[in-house]
């Protein structure tokens, strides 16, 4: 992982994920430097860093000083569950500390086999219905 030049990234990131980090660990897991955050950019004192992984997948990781909360975004245009895999290959974090992810990068539930028709209890209720007037 290395700390990239902002021109690197020439379009727009969205939030993935919201982690919920000490500053201890942001800076054990992302060893790259982080600058101030423009105060009218973000809700609290941050910093932030834009960064590639190893693997190729640019990530800005920005972290808030008074809440621990740090917001991973990544490219509008990126195939972003695929980014994610990358990113959680090379960060290790612990589940715990994953507060959110979008449903863009979580994994898609197994699929769910479709109610079969009621057939014989419909039979079976038509028979009371008919029985009981």
Known sequence: MRRAKP????EDAKPVALLQLS???LRELFPVEFSQVDPLAAAEPSIGSLVQLDSGPYAVVMYGKSSGETEVSMPVSAPLARYWAAFLREVPLIANEIVWTS???APRPAARPSP??????????????KTSR
């Open 7 to 10: 021109d690197e990234l020439n």
């Open 103 to 105: 449903v863009k990068v």
């Open 116 to 129: 079969r028709k009621p057939e014989k209890a419909k039979t079976a209720a038509m028979k009371v219905s």
């Open 23 to 25: 500053e201890e660990r």
